[in-house]
């Protein structure tokens, strides 16, 4: 299966790759919610979890680096926003931060996690 996702990912350009690691995200979500919470989703919803989740991402990438709205590859006007301020979580409450790499050239995922 890794071979199959690293040539799909070989022959996407950065959008679409991107797009597609964050949907394989999503739909192990999916699996996870089942799982744990015997919560059912459909493909649509998947879709959409996978897509705010990579624009939201975009946005606060270009609020990081440029300090300014990022524009649509498809809009010449900038995307609105709302100002994003990071805050520390309340009493009894913690962060997990995740992220995932994926390197061709050694044939291996890295998964890493941050509490």
Known sequence: MDAVIFSLLSQLNLSQSSLFAT???SVWKRMNLK???????????????????????????????????????NQSEPI?????????????RYKCNIDASFSSSLNRVGLGMCI
Request: aromatic letters at 8%; glycine letters at 6%.
């Open 35 to 73: 799982l744990w919470q015997q919560k059912t989703e459909t493909n649509s919803q998947v879709l959409a979890r996978a897509t705010t989740l990579l624009d939201e991402w975009k946005v606060a990438q270009c609020i990081r680096r440029e300090g300014g709205a990022p524009r649509d590859v």
């Open 23 to 25: 949907i394989l995200w």
């Open 80 to 92: 609105r926003q709302e100002t994003i301020r990071w805050q520390k979580p309340a009493r009894g």
